[in-house]
C-alpha cells in the first residue's frame, strides 16, 4: 500500500522483498519508478545492495533486527535527521525502533511520560526464576496477561493465564521459549475493558514545526474489535459508536506528548482500552503506518500511506479531512481454511461498488492471516450502518468461496 502512495506522490521506491510472490514485489512490478532488490535483511550483501545510494530507509514492521541495520550502515548514514539533506536516513530514528520494538520498554515509557496504562510486572532473566515469579502473579492477581516484549503481534506471544496449575504451566512454557528466544517477558492483570480504540497520528520534520500547531496531525479515534488476537472490525469516529467526546482529546494528547518525547517522524498508531471504570489506557505503540488506520484509503483527503511517506521524505504535512462516518472490515482467513491458492486474488467476488475491496495479492492461506480489508465511508452515521450490512455479507460470501476452493 505504500507502493500505491507513491504513484500519487510520483517518487522513486526501493523494496526489499522476499521473493516474487510478496505482496510488495507484486505491486511493485506494476509501478513505474519502483525497484525491488529479493533477499533478506540478515544477508550482508542484500542489504549493502538494498541501502546503496538510498535518502531515506522506512519501515513495513518493528519485528527487525536494528543491530544488523547499524552494523550496515554505510559511513553517510545519518542517525538523526538533519536539516542538510546530506547522507542515509533512517524513518523513523533507529534508537527509536530499537526502543518501541520492545514492548517492555514501551511500558516503561509510558511510565515515565505519565500517560495512563495498566499496570505491569517486569519478569526474571533467567529460567529458574520463572516459576516463583509466574506463582506470586497468581496469588496477586489471579488471573492475568503474560506478554512477550518482542517477536509479537496479532495476538502471538500474549498469554491468558487462568489462576490454576494448566495456566501456570502453560505460562512457564511460554516465558521460557521467550527467554530461549532472546526476549524478556512481562505480565500485566487482566484489564475490564469496554472496548478497544485506536488512533492513528503523523509527525513531520522538524524544519517544519511551528510553535503553536507543530507539524503534527491525527486521524479520528476509532474502535477496533479484534478476533484471535487480529484486527477484524474499525469503525469511527468513535464518538459516533458512543465513545467519549473527550476521549478523542485525551488520545491525541497522548499522540503528541510521545511524538515530541521521541521526535518520532512519520505515521504511528496507539492502541487502548476503554474500561468499566471509564479510563482511556494505552495498550501497544506502533512506529509505523497500521491496520486501524486503513480506512483513511476511501474515508480521508489523504491517507496515512501518502501522509507517511511525506513525513519520511521531510515535506510539509497537508490538513486532513475524512468522511463523517466510515468502517473498514479485516479479511482473516477462515478457521477451516489452509492451503496454497495461486492467482485465488484473480477469481474473488467483488463487494458492491461502494464498498472498496483491497486485497493483499497473498497465495498462502491460512485460519486467521490477513488476506485483504474491505473499506466503507457515508456522509451519515445512518447511512454507514447499511453499509456495515453490506460489509458483513461480503464477508460471508467471500468466506464461502475460500472454503469451496
Not at 15 to 32: N, R
Not at 35 to 60: H, T
Request: net charge neutral; proline share 5%.
Amino acid at each position: 500500500m505504500m507502493v500505491q502512495a507513491s504513484r500519487k506522490l510520483k517518487i522513486q521506491l526501493r523494496i526489499l522483498a522476499g521473493s516474487p510472490e510478496d505482496s510488495a514485489a507484486q505491486e511493485a512490478l506494476k509501478t513505474p519508478g519502483v525497484e525491488v532488490i529479493y533477499g533478506k535483511i540478515s544477508q550482508p550483501e542484500v542489504l549493502a545492495q538494498f541501502l546503496s545510494g538510498l535518502d531515506r530507509v522506512a519501515f513495513e514492521s518493528e519485528l527487525i533486527d536494528i543491530e544488523i541495520l547499524r552494523a550496515a550502515l554505510p559511513k553517510t548514514a545519518v542517525t538523526k535527521p538533519s536539516k542538510d539533506g546530506e547522507g542515509l536516513r533512517f524513518v523513523p530514528e533507529l534508537s527509536v525502533m530499537a526502543l518501541l520494538s520492545e514492548k517492555l520498554e514501551q511500558k516503561k515509557l509510558l511510565q515515565q511520560l505519565n500517560i495512563p496504562m495498566a499496570q505491569f510486572r517486569e519478569g526474571p532473566a533467567f529460567t529458574g526464576d520463572l516459576s516463583a515469579w509466574l506463582k506470586s502473579l497468581q496469588k496477586e492477581w489471579g488471573a492475568f496477561v503474560l506478554k512477550w516484549s518482542k517477536f509479537g503481534y496479532d495476538g502471538r506471544g500474549v498469554l491468558m493465564v487462568s489462576p490454576t496449575d494448566e495456566g501456570l504451566k502453560a505460562a512457564l512454557e511460554s516465558a521460557t521459549a521467550a527467554l530461549f528466544r532472546g526476549t524478556r517477558v512481562y505480565a500485566e492483570p487482566k484489564v475490564k475493558f469496554v472496548r478497544e480504540l485506536a488512533i492513528v497520528a503523523v509527525q513531520g520534520p522538524a524544519e517544519y514545526k511551528d510553535k503553536k500547531k507543530g507539524d503534527f496531525r491525527t486521524y479520528p479515534l476509532v474502535v477496533s474489535e479484534q478476533k484471535g488476537g487480529a484486527c477484524h472490525w474499525v469503525r469511527g469516529p468513535a464518538a459516533q459508536e458512543g465513545v467519549r467526546p473527550d476521549f478523542e482529546e485525551k488520545a491525541r494528547s497522548y499522540a503528541l506528548k510521545l511524538a515530541q518525547e521521541l521526535g518520532l517522524q512519520g505515521c504511528f498508531a496507539i492502541e487502548m482500552f476503554e474500561t468499566a471504570e471509564g479510563e482511556l489506557l494505552v495498550n501497544e505503540i506502533a512506529p509505523r503506518v497500521h491496520n486501524t488506520g486503513h480506512y483513511t484509503q476511501e474515508a480521508c483527503n489523504h491517507d496515512q500511506f501518502e501522509m507517511h511517506l511525506r513525513a519520511v521524505l521531510g515535506q510539509k504535512l497537508p490538513e486532513l479531512k475524512c468522511e463523517v462516518s466510515f468502517a473498514m472490515l479485516n479479511l482473516l482467513g477462515p478457521d477451516d481454511v489452509k492451503g496454497r491458492f495461486v492467482g485465488v486474488g484473480d477469481k474473488l467476488p467483488h463487494p458492491p461498488q461502494d464498498l472498496a475491496l483491497h486485497w493483499y495479492s497473498k497465495d498462502d492461506v491460512f485460519p486467521g492471516r490477513k488476506l485483504g480489508h474491505v473499506n466503507a465511508s457515508a456522509k451519515s452515521h445512518a447511512e454507514l450502518q447499511k453499509k456495515i450490512s453490506e460489509l458483513k455479507e461480503y464477508e460471508i460470501n467471500w468466506t464461502k468461496f475460500l472454503k469451496g476452493l
